[in-house]
């Protein structure tokens, strides 16, 4: 996958730096997102690898399954992803947006997943600590895993915070087979 985002990363730094002074990131971050859904999609992806189709008629099928209206920066976008057999990489363009998007909003994106469901002011008493731990304003996506026992998983940008009962349960495994 770190290929896929090598390839990807022009494209989305590019588009960074020409939307940034616009103030127009949080439109570019939905669109981008709505984007890459529709270039995720498995079918998508057959009919556009099709051989004989035309950079137009991929275009065109393209933006024909977008909800949201195409501006003329937009349509150059994705004709620019088009003609160079790049509208794949979509998924990692918009990953790669919003890791851009929240550094310059001094943000980042925590992954919370939790072995229960958590109330939203367990989530944010854990936000809060995490924001003191990581000195960073953190966006919370929750999501609950039973096979966690217990406890909670945080992953940060590249750092994990891992607290539940099957990482401990884990640890203890390895320290008694070693």
């Known amino acids: 996958m770190a290929e896929l ?7 989305a730094e590019a588009l960074f730096a020409s939307t940034r002074n616009e103030g127009t990131l949080e439109q570019w971050s939905a669109l981008l997102s709505e984007m890459a859904q529709v270039a995720g999609h498995p079918e998508v992806n057959k009919v556009l690898a099709t051989p004989g189709l035309s ?4 275009y065109e099928l393209f933006a024909g399954l977008m909800k949201t209206p195409l501006s003329d920066k937009a349509r150059n976008f994705l004709e620019l992803l088009v003609g160079n057999e790049r509208v794949l ?10 890791v851009l998007k929240h550094q310059l909003e001094g943000t980042e994106l925590a992954h919370i997943t939790s072995a229960y469901e958590l109330s939203q002011e367990q989530v944010n008493d854990l936000v809060a600590g995490l924001e003191k731990k990581f000195g960073l304003k953190l966006i919370p996506e929750v999501t609950v895993d039973a096979a966690l026992i217990g406890g909670v998983r945080v992953m940060v940008g590249d750092q994990v915070l891992d607290t539940s009962v099957q990482a401990q349960l884990a640890r203890m495994r390895d320290t008694l087979a070693a």
């Open 89 to 98: 990489l979509l998924p990692q363009i918009a990953e790669q947006f919003e």
């Open 55 to 58: 950079n137009q008629q991929r």
């Open 5 to 11: 985002s090598t390839i990807a990363r022009p494209y």
